[in-house]
């Protein structure tokens, strides 16, 4: 019991957060738009694809259709919320814009998503941008990776 009215105050203060959320960016709290943020602001989830969050939605028993998905992350992403990838080889990935700057590192091989920042790129791009008579605007990063031998697993 005690524990089941905590869940639910830890849930509620979840959805607190992205009624605010959605509010600051000027959207109307929608169920599908709460779910879909809530989704996003899951423990571990960083890259999801539309269908990774349909399925998502599924698991939690909810009625939330691929075309609905499709349309809340256009909204999401033009109001800032989310920013969306398009990785060769695969479908869109979308991911919270948590206004941190990362590169990205596509495992060719089981579509994983893994992200890095390098100082050291960092520096050096400006440093090239600055040698063509340039300051950066805006860069985006992807390495196209497999496992190394040895590193694969079956
Ligand atoms: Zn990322």
Known sequence: MIHYRLGNAVR?????QETNELRRVGLKVTHPRMRILQIFDEEGVRHLTAEDVYRKLLAHHEDIGLAT????????????IIVKHNFEGGQAVYELDRGKHHDHMIDVD?????EFVSEEIERLQHEIAARHGY???DHSLVLYVRPKHGNRKP
Do not use: C, H, P
């Open 135 to 137: 300051v950066i605007e």
């Open 12 to 16: 509620e203060v979840a959805m607190d």
């Open 69 to 80: 998905v499709y349309r809340v992350l256009t909204q999401f992403e033009a109001a800032g």
């Open 110 to 114: 089981s579509g994983k998503v893994i």
